[in-house]
């Protein structure tokens, strides 16, 4: 299997950036859910659910022989950001909503890692200006969308409360 990914041109890498899009755009549905609504299900415990299924899935790649099994401590370190970073992410869902959570989530997500990865990491860009030009706008749309997508507590009020 690891001879196949080698092979593999870009197109694969597309492939799965779609799939992996998919997967984490939909990972907080069942958290919206009626019955997990009604049983009122602890942050914490939703992030353990996470925790395992990553866990159990991670064995698959050792399966189809795409890495080997060896321990860094660095795995340790990834979960200790992982963690409360998800328990986060499951009260932000909660508290804001599917929409505003994952997506003002998600975008700050890509510039915390795109400035480990310039700053940090030391990774080169095609240009500098038009990737500064390009966080600026996302930070925009992150404002806007945050603005404009939150609920009015006081217009949910009158919704929800007939003063008739």
């Known amino acids: 299997m690891r001879e196949v990914l080698e092979e593999c041109s870009s197109s694969c890498g597309f492939v799965a950036?779609?799939?992996?899009?998919?997967?984490?755009?939909?990972?907080?549905?069942?958290?919206?859910?009626?019955?997990?609504?009604?049983?009122?299900?602890d942050p914490l415990v939703f992030q353990t659910y996470k925790t395992f299924m990553c866990f159990i899935?991670?064995?698959?790649?050792?399966?189809?022989?795409?890495?080997?099994?060896?321990?860094?401590?660095?795995?340790?370190?990834?979960?200790l950001f992982w963690v409360p970073g998800g328990v986060a992410h499951v009260c932000g869902v909660r508290t804001a909503g599917l929409a505003i959570s994952q997506?003002?989530?998600?975008?700050?997500?890509?510039?915390?890692?795109?400035?480990?990865?310039?700053?940090?990491?030391?990774?080169?860009?095609?240009?500098?200006?038009g990737a500064c030009f390009a966080v600026c706008m996302m930070i925009v749309g992150i404002v806007g969308m945050s603005y404009f997508s939150s609920h009015d507590d006081e217009n949910n009020l009158e919704k929800k409360v007939d003063f008739k």
Do not use: H, N, Q, Y
């Open 57 to 79: 899935s991670s064995f698959v790649v050792l399966l189809l022989g795409v890495e080997k099994l060896t321990f860094t401590p660095w795995g340790i370190v990834s979960g």
């Open 103 to 129: 997506g003002t989530s998600s975008s700050i997500i890509v510039l915390v890692a795109f400035s480990w990865g310039i700053f940090v990491f030391e990774e080169r860009v095609k240009s500098v200006a």
């Open 17 to 41: 950036a779609f799939i992996s899009c998919l997967c984490f755009g939909s990972f907080c549905v069942p958290m919206k859910s009626e019955a997990a609504r009604k049983l009122d299900v």
